[in-house]
């Protein structure tokens, strides 16, 4: 968030109200606290990819801007830095079996230009002065990653470092007050094939970033919409969605995400809000927690859906689970975004309940997460406390 071109401090932390029968209140593992970062896409044309083990030649001739950084950091070599994030970038793609991005000239010209913005406008913007139509030819699903960090958190000139923390940082969200995952998203979308980066330091120390990727006509035609729009919209795996990256994996040190023999647990992005009855507590190894209890209808941010003896959990404090059969686990990607009724709606409550109530046909609802209703198997889109409406009587906007 940006605040003067500082880095504004936030707790991030679970629903306290939440034990019945403890006298001490669960201790959360996914503690993040800065805000820097913001992603944006634009899915206005669609289309989708055909894999490929073809090999994309990077192209960085337009990196080479000269090193301007004020005293204690003329030793930063923005160019090198460019190159080292699109070495990184495209390392993380290869670990999630994806194909290579290649640089081109007028995203990274852009690119640059919107970093270079964030200087005198004193921060990053939230996409409002983000403008598609000047990636063109590229501005096919065109998405952007944006951020800001103080040189003291980096810690380091060597460009390797600088790229791997920042790219770190888009997987991972650790300083998103709200973190959807929508940098990874953009970074693992498998329906572009381009990239620009940006890199600029204010006279602060304040080091600001910028992906601007999508696809140029040739590119775009090779994909098909409808699988481009589910993975915008996220219609498949919602919940766990796996990936990997190595530097993000290895941060998780605690036994909580340490695999062994009847425990395997893939990467989540969302949550849970437990049903309307008191929820156990189980441990890692399945133990159901004798002084802990969930409140009935409360939230939960989740980092891990575990299988613990065959049988699914999700994570929700440190060596704290609840039973897939105890929950309703939803996901946070389209966070913000909004859907239309197409119908006069049916509102459904968090059990998949017809609650009475109807919304009216062309009312549009600001939406924060999908879940999917678990009586009647529709994804449904939540749009206040405990009211769901399902995907058959929306549009998403």
Avoid: C
Wanted: charged content about 20%; glycine content about 6%.
């Amino acid at each position: 968030m940006r605040n003067g071109g500082n880095i504004i401090m936030f707790s991030k932390v679970k629903k306290t109200a939440i034990l019945i029968a403890a006298s001490a209140l669960l201790t959360t593992s996914l503690g993040g606290t800065v805000v820097f970062a913001d992603t944006a896409s634009n899915t206005t044309d669609d289309s989708a990819l055909t894999k490929t083990n073809s090999d994309a030649t990077a192209d960085t001739s337009s990196t080479s801007t000269t090193t301007k950084t004020q005293a204690g950091y003329e030793n930063i070599d923005l160019a090198s830095v460019k190159l080292a994030m699109l070495n990184e970038l495209n390392r993380l793609r290869s670990q999630n079996n994806l194909k290579p991005l290649t640089s081109v000239d007028i995203l990274n010209n852009y690119a640059q230009a919107r970093t270079d913005s964030f200087i005198t406008s004193g921060g990053v913007d939230d996409h409002s002065n983000w403008h598609s139509a000047n990636m063109y030819p590229y501005n096919y699903t065109a998405e952007e990653n944006i951020a800001q960090m103080p040189f003291s958190m980096i810690g380091s000139t060597d460009p390797l470092i600088i790229a791997e923390k920042i790219t770190d940082e888009f997987y991972s969200e650790t300083y998103d007050s709200t973190p959807d995952f929508g940098h990874r998203k953009n970074m693992l979308n498998p329906y572009i094939s381009y990239v620009g980066i940006g890199v600029s330091v204010s006279n602060t120390g304040m080091i600001y970033f910028s992906q601007e990727m999508g696809n140029d006509q040739e590119s775009y035609s090779k994909y098909d919409p409808t699988d481009v729009k589910d993975y915008y919209m996220t219609k498949y795996n919602d919940y766990a969605n796996p990936s990997k990256y190595d530097l993000a994996d290895t941060d998780r040190k605690g036994a909580d995400y340490t695999q062994r023999k009847d425990y395997v647990t893939a990467d989540m992005r969302g949550g849970v809000t437990t049903k309307n009855y008191v929820t156990p507590v189980y441990d890692r190894y399945g133990n159901k927690n004798k002084d802990l209890e969930l409140a009935p209808n409360s939230d939960w941010i989740s980092d891990i859906v575990a299988t613990i003896n065959g049988k699914k959990y999700y994570h929700v404090s440190t060596n704290g689970f609840v039973s897939a059969a105890d929950v309703l686990p939803w996901a946070k990607f389209l966070y913000g975004s909004s859907v239309t009724a197409t119908t006069d709606a049916k509102v459904y409550d968090n059990n998949g309940n017809f609650t009475g109530k109807i919304v009216p046909k062309d009312s549009k609802w600001i939406m924060d997460r999908r879940a999917v209703n678990p009586k009647t198997k529709v994804k449904m889109y939540h749009i206040a406390t405990n009211a769901w409406l399902q995907e058959n009587q929306v549009n998403v906007n």
